[in-house]
C-alpha cells in the first residue's frame, strides 16, 4: 500500500515507523465517520472555514460549507472541512491584527499537516482573508479561497447605511451633539442587519478585490453579496474548480507572482482601497519571496487613476460595484496597465479573461479610465524625517486643501493618553494644528489597532470642524475618511523619530514632495528621550509577537515566515 502514488488519505502519513500501518490505521478511522471504500479512493479537498460565534461575518458560512461540499462531489472529489482560528474584527483585544499571524500558521500548518490534494479557504472578515492568503501562499499546495462577500445595506429614516463608514459618520455627529443618545441607539441597529462583510470598500472588500486579481479566487465572486444566491453557486464553483486544480497541480507559486502582485497594487489604488491592504498584500508577497516598494506604490499611484466610487471616498456600496458589473469593468479600464499573462485559479490568464469585453456597467460607480473619480490612485507614501521608512496616507478620502500644510504638533503619547484628553475642554488645539499619536505600533502595547482615525477633539467637533491632521504609527479601518497618515515607520515604541514628537512642535505635510517633515533640528532632537511604550508580554502568542513582528514597510508579518527573495 505504501508504493502507491502519495494522493487522498494516503498524503502525508502519521508516523509509527511503518507506512501501510499508518494508512491502514488512518482508513480504519475514517471509517468510522461513515466513508465507503469508493469515496475514500477520492482525491481529498480540505475545506478550511473561519467561522466563529464571535465572528458575524460569517455566520452565513454553514450554508457556504454545504455548497462547497456539493461542488467538491460533484467533481469527484472527497470534502473534509476542518476549522481554523477565526478572527472575529471587532471582537478581539487588543487588536485583530495582533492575531492575523498566527492565524496564517494555523492555516498553513493544518493545510500542509492534513491530508489534502486540494484546499479551499472560507474567509471574508478584515484579517481572516489576509491570513488565509499568507497561510496558503506558504503551504503552496492547491488552492483556491471564496470570500464572505459584503453586506447589504439597510434603511434609517429613508437613508441607506452601511457599516461601518457610516457608523464612523454618525458617531462623529453623536460627539459633535448633533445626534441624540436615542438616534444613535437607532442606528446602531440599522448599521449590519444581514451576513457579511461591511458593506463599503473597507478592508474586507478590499482584500476580496485583491484576491480575485491575484488570481486567488473566481473570476467575478468579488463582489457578490453574502446573501445572495450567487454566492452559493460561487462556493459550489469553487468547490468543483479545487477538484481539478488537484490534478492540475496549480499551486499558489505559479499565481501569486512579481507581476501578479503588482496588477494587485494596482487595482488596490484603483478602487480607493483600504490603507490596511497595502499591509495585508505586502505580507502574502513576502511569503513568496516578493518584495513590495513604496517607492513603486507611488509610481503606480501616480498613473492609475481611481475609478471606483464607493464609501468612504464616494456615495456607493459594495452591492451597487455588484449590480455594477464587479471587479471585472475595473479590469477591463485598467487593461493597457496589467500584466496580462498572469494565471488564475480559473485556469485562464488575466488577458483571456479580458478578451471578452464586459456586460452591462453602471459607469456611475465604475468610471471610465478617462474620466475618473480622482486622477490619482487612492493611496500615497511618504518620506522624510519623521517617517525616514514611509508612511501612508489615503488622499482619496481626504481632505485635499490640508494637503500642503504646516501645523502644530499636539502630541497624545499613547491610546490612553489620547482617551483622557481628547475631548478635555481646556486642550489647547486649533483646527490648523496636526494631532500626533504615539505608541500604537506593531511592536507596542496596542498592537497596532485600527486607532489612527483619531477623533476629531470635542470642542473643535462641536464647532463643525469635520477634519485635520492626524498621524500615527497606527492602522486606519478601511471604512474610515479623513486627512490620516498612518504606518509611521520606524514606529515610536522602537524609538523611531515619532517618539520625539513634543508639543508646539512643527510639522510639514507636502502630498506633492511625497514628504512629512518633523522641523526640528538635529541637535534638539539629540537631547529628547524617546517616549517608547514597548511591549514586553512574557509568555505565550503574545512574547512571540512582541519579538518577531516586523514594521509596516515589511507587512508586520513575523521575520521567520518571510520567504527570502529569489
Not at 449590519?192 to 474586507?204: K, L
Not at 476580496?208 to 468579488?222: N, Q
Not at 484603483?270 to 513603486?296: K, Q
Request: glycine share 10%; hydrophobic share 40%; aromatic share 6%.
Amino acid at each position: 500500500m505504501a508504493d502507491k502514488p502519495k494522493h487522498g488519505l494516503a498524503r502525508g502519513l502519521t508516523n509509527y515507523g511503518d507506512a501501510d500501518f499508518s494508512l491502514y490505521l488512518r482508513r480504519s478511522f475514517a471509517k468510522s465517520m461513515g466513508y465507503s471504500d469508493e469515496i475514500l479512493n477520492r482525491p481529498v479537498i480540505g475545506i478550511a472555514q473561519s467561522a466563529s460565534g464571535y465572528n458575524n461575518c460569517h455566520r452565513h458560512f454553514p450554508e457556504l460549507i454545504e455548497a462547497t461540499k456539493r461542488g467538491v462531489l460533484a467533481a469527484g472529489g472527497l470534502p473534509i472541512d476542518f476549522p481554523t482560528i477565526s478572527l472575529g474584527e471587532t471582537f478581539l483585544n487588543p487588536t485583530s491584527m495582533m492575531y492575523r499571524n498566527l492565524m496564517s500558521m494555523d492555516v498553513e500548518e493544518m493545510v500542509s499537516a492534513q491530508p489534502m490534494d486540494a484546499v479551499v479557504l472560507l474567509g471574508g472578515c478584515d484579517k481572516t482573508l489576509p491570513a488565509q492568503l499568507m497561510g496558503s501562499a506558504s503551504a503552496d499546495i492547491p488552492a483556491i479561497h471564496v470570500v464572505a462577500g459584503p453586506m447589504m445595506t439597510s434603511l434609517y429614516k429613508g437613508e441607506r447605511l452601511g457599516a461601518c463608514t457610516d457608523c464612523r459618520r454618525f458617531w462623529a455627529r453623536y460627539r459633535a451633539g448633533e445626534v441624540s443618545g436615542t438616534e444613535i441607539s437607532e442606528v446602531e441597529g440599522s448599521l449590519a442587519t444581514t451576513a457579511g462583510t461591511c458593506a463599503v470598500m473597507g478592508t474586507a472588500s478590499t482584500m476580496a478585490c485583491i484576491a480575485e486579481t491575484l488570481g486567488m479566487i473566481l473570476p467575478g465572486t468579488a463582489s457578490i453579496p453574502a446573501v445572495h444566491a450567487d454566492r452559493l453557486r460561487a462556493a459550489e464553483a469553487s468547490g468543483a474548480r479545487a477538484v481539478e486544480l488537484a490534478q492540475e497541480k496549480l499551486t499558489p507559486s505559479q499565481i501569486i507572482t512579481e507581476k501578479s502582485v503588482e496588477n494587485a497594487l494596482r487595482v488596490l489604488l484603483a478602487i480607493g482601497g483600504s490603507t490596511n491592504a497595502i499591509i495585508h498584500l505586502t505580507a502574502v508577497a513576502g511569503r513568496r519571496g516578493i518584495d513590495i516598494s513604496l517607492d513603486r506604490l507611488n509610481a503606480i499611484s501616480d498613473e492609475t487613476p481611481v475609478l471606483v466610487d464607493l464609501k468612504p471616498t464616494g456615495p456607493y456600496y459594495m452591492e451597487d460595484l455588484f449590480a455594477a458589473g464587479g471587479l471585472g469593468p475595473v479590469l477591463h479600464e485598467l487593461k493597457p496597465l496589467l500584466h496580462l499573462d498572469c494565471i488564475t485559479v480559473a485556469g485562464e490568464t488575466l488577458g483571456e479573461r479580458l478578451a471578452t469585453p464586459p456586460g452591462y456597467v453602471d459607469h456611475d460607480v465604475v468610471h471610465h479610465f478617462d474620466d475618473p473619480v480622482y486622477p490619482q490612485g487612492g493611496l500615497v507614501a511618504l518620506f522624510g524625517s519623521l517617517a525616514p521608512d514611509g508612511a501612508i496616507l489615503k488622499r482619496s478620502a481626504a481632505e485635499e486643501s490640508l494637503f500642503e500644510n504646516e501645523g502644530r504638533a499636539v502630541v497624545f503619547s499613547s491610546l490612553a493618553d489620547l482617551a483622557d484628553r481628547i475631548d478635555d475642554p481646556d486642550l489647547d488645539v486649533t483646527p490648523d494644528d496636526f494631532l500626533v499619536l504615539q505608541n500604537a505600533g506593531p511592536k507596542s502595547q496596542s498592537g497596532m489597532p485600527e486607532a489612527g482615525y483619531l477623533p476629531i477633539p470635542g470642542k473643535l467637533a462641536k464647532q463643525g470642524v469635520k477634519d485635520m491632521v492626524r498621524l500615527s504609527d497606527a492602522r486606519m479601518s478601511g471604512t474610515a475618511f479623513g486627512t490620516i497618515i498612518l504606518h509611521i515607520a520606524p514606529e515610536a515604541a522602537t524609538g523611531g523619530p515619532l517618539s520625539r514628537v513634543r508639543n508646539g512642535d512643527r510639522i510639514r505635510l507636502s502630498v506633492e514632495d511625497r514628504r512629512l517633515d518633523l522641523l526640528v533640528d538635529d541637535a534638539e532632537l539629540a537631547k529628547r528621550k524617546a517616549t517608547a511604550d514597548l511591549a514586553d508580554p512574557k509568555r505565550g502568542y503574545k512574547r512571540l509577537y512582541a519579538d518577531h513582528v516586523l514594521q509596516a514597510p515589511e507587512g508586520c508579518d513575523f521575520d521567520f515566515l518571510k520567504q527570502d527573495a529569489e
